[in-house]
């Protein structure tokens, strides 16, 4: 059993009975599937876990235990909740082939597929950004934030106060470079609220969110806006110089062809109209 899906405009295959039905249980997915057989690269079910090397990245969340290292041909995932069996996910350099095997947990398998993706879309200017992001006259904004600074209150906001702005994905959208510009694609992972579109936009700006107790917000400079972009980017990428590599040359173009901004606020309607005025000011004289 075989199943095809696009995400920023790439192909990739899900392969096996147990990972198609695993796949299945993710309501997120089902926009994204597509009938072509044609794909880049492929998702399989593994027999043997290749042996863990060096560890580039450990991190926690919620009950599970996570760690990103070498192996001697490749990458490996491992995710390790509490009392349970863990999940492993690894990629070989030579065939490009990402493999799964373990706990069939579906919040387990869901975040191996979104590093896995994300892994297999470096090398073609493809970063996922934990950020939400908002479209109006078919450009969209990003806003970028630690977890809990409001991020999805302020897209609400939007939506609330500026007619015809709806929302493109709450919690991870991919950023791809075309032809010298910068795309921001729907995905299948939205955080917390469902929100999965198979459409992209041209990215108009990006605006990084910190509380306040009042608007007020600053064009950032290149430096500045690199310190805004880089804690949004995938951490597990940050720690091998092969895949940071990518990395760092895609934030290298998307600072140099998309404005940064950043706004210190309430969570409020003129945060939504000050944010508003400053990305769209020539549409938003009459706001």
């Known amino acids: 059993m075989n199943k095809v899906f696009q995400v920023?405009?790439?192909?990739?295959?899900?392969?096996?009975?147990?990972?198609?039905?695993?796949i299945d249980r993710i309501e997120g997915f089902k926009?994204?599937?597509?009938?072509d057989s044609d794909y880049l690269f492929s998702f399989v079910e593994g027999d043997m876990v290749p042996t863990m090397g060096e560890k580039q990245y450990e991190f926690a969340y919620e009950d599970v235990i996570g760690t990103f290292a070498r192996t001697d041909s490749g990458y490996l995932l491992a995710l390790k909740p509490k009392d349970e069996e863990a999940f492993y996910m690894w990629h070989n350099d030579d065939d490009g082939t990402v493999q799964m095997q373990g706990n069939w947990s579906v919040r387990l398998y869901r975040f191996a597929m979104w590093v896995g993706l994300g892994m297999m879309l470096l090398p073609y200017n493809v970063v996922a950004i934990h950020s939400?992001?908002?479209?109006?006259?078919n450009k969209a904004v990003l806003f970028l934030g630690e977890s809990g600074t409001g991020k999805s209150t302020h897209t609400r906001l939007w939506r609330e106060n500026i007619e015809g702005a709806f929302l493109l994905n709450d919690d991870s959208p991919f950023l791809r470079v075309e032809d010298g510009k910068v795309w921001a694609y729907g995905s299948?992972?939205?955080?917390?609220?469902?929100?999965?579109?198979?459409?992209?936009?041209?990215?108009?700006g990006c605006v990084r969110l910190s509380q306040a107790k009042e608007n007020?917000?600053?064009?950032?400079?290149?430096?500045?806006?690199?310190?805004?972009?880089?804690?949004?980017?995938?951490?597990?990428?940050?720690y091998d110089s092969k895949l940071y590599d990518y990395v760092s040359g895609f934030i290298n173009t998307l600072l140099y062809n998309v404005p940064f901004y950043r706004l210190a606020c309430l969570p409020d309607r003129a945060a939504s109209l000050l944010s508003f005025k400053t990305i769209f000011a020539n549409e938003a004289d009459s706001k």
């Open 8 to 22: 920023a405009g790439y192909r990739f295959m899900v392969s096996g009975e147990r990972l198609c039905a695993a």
């Open 31 to 35: 926009p994204f599937l597509v009938d």
């Open 132 to 137: 939400s992001c908002i479209v109006y006259k």
């Open 188 to 204: 299948p992972w939205s955080g917390k609220t469902p929100c999965y579109r198979q459409e992209r936009y041209e990215l108009k």
């Open 216 to 238: 007020v917000i600053k064009k950032l400079s290149v430096l500045q806006a690199y310190a805004a972009i880089h804690p949004s980017c995938p951490p597990e990428f940050a």
